[in-house]
């Protein structure tokens, strides 16, 4: 879905309103909004922070007509430098291992507000993807301690049987984004929430919970821009480190992250050593690295 995101001026409120007035917008005051105008393709948001974010088919069409802004219809602007995407407060959601043959898929999301955000920034979360795991797992605890937060790890068992059930991978994880959504909201009441885009817009809202349907959820490419949703990354691949860790310490083999030729070789050590059938204990068995260790 497209998405853009700037700031405005409170004073040229009115303004606004008439533009979307002139598109047909039924109007709302949400908590912490000026007001909410929805129509056919569109739904803009104005926040009392002063932060406009507007999705739907329409957005390219609309900001082009009234704001003289050009976007492509598959790009999503952000013009916060500072770690933020959306006005605060708000959930970012990411995972980790989904790309990993061995171990298990984590999903974990973190409620944050503005001063929770300099907290992390200053601590020096960011995207997990840019820091070793003695680093991930010191921010850890510094997120866990100012934060509300929520982590499922689906073992690679129940990841099976899962995607047996979903039958795709982005069916999966939009189960385990809105799992998280929905277990953070029964905590905290949040109006917001962001994370990565991995699917259509539909297959998100189907997944979505009683509260989570509620909530204003933003799908970017490159999320882990935001300081929630870097964050979010930090816990699920913390959890994910430790988890197969411990799948190592049990199996007393070394299972490498990835889906490399390393990867292949371990899962063909592990065989010969455990047979066939425990292989669904440690990996996930729909990844083509599957298929090719089996060829033993």
């Not at 606004?16 to 047909?24: A, C, G, I, R, T």
């Not at 539909?202 to 490159?222: C, D, F, H, P, V």
């Not at 990354?233 to 860790?245: P, Q």
């Amino acid at each position: 879905m497209n998405t853009y995101t700037s700031n405005f001026l409170p004073i040229e409120i009115e303004k606004y309103k008439k533009v979307f007035e002139n598109e047909n917008a039924l109007f709302s005051s949400p908590q912490y909004m000026h007001f909410q105008a929805k129509g056919e393709g569109f739904t803009a948001s104005f926040y009392t922070s002063g932060k406009f974010v507007i999705q739907g088919k329409k957005t390219s069409e609309i900001l082009s007509k009234y704001f003289d802004i050009q976007i492509q219809n598959t790009t999503v602007q952000n013009h916060n430098s500072d770690g933020q995407i959306a006005p605060y407060p708000h959930i970012g959601i990411d995972e980790s291992g989904k790309g990993d043959f061995f171990g298990p898929l984590v999903i974990a999301g973190v409620l944050i507000d503005e001063n929770t955000a300099k907290i992390l920034r200053k601590a020096g979360v960011e995207d997990s993807k840019k820091m070793n795991d003695k680093k991930i797992l010191e921010l850890e605890n510094i997120i866990k301690e100012v934060s509300t937060f929520d982590i499922i790890a689906i073992s690679p068992v129940k990841y099976n049987e899962l995607y047996t059930k979903f039958k795709n991978l982005n069916k999966l994880l939009a189960w385990g984004h809105s799992t998280v959504l929905e277990n953070i909201l029964t905590k905290k009441h949040c109006e917001i929430a962001i994370s990565d885009k991995f699917a259509d817009e539909n297959i998100i809202k189907s997944a979505l919970k009683e509260r989570g349907k509620n909530i204003q959820l933003i799908q970017q490419t490159k999320a882990e821009c935001d300081t929630a949703v870097a964050a979010a990354s930090v816990l699920a691949r913390a959890e994910f480190v430790k988890k197969i860790s411990g799948l190592c310490t049990k199996y007393e083999i070394n299972l490498p992250k990835g889906a490399s030729s390393l990867v292949l070789e371990q899962g063909k050590k592990f065989i010969t050593k455990y047979g066939k059938e425990e292989l669904k204990n440690i990996a996930k068995l729909h990844f083509k690295t599957c298929t090719d260790i089996l060829k033993l």
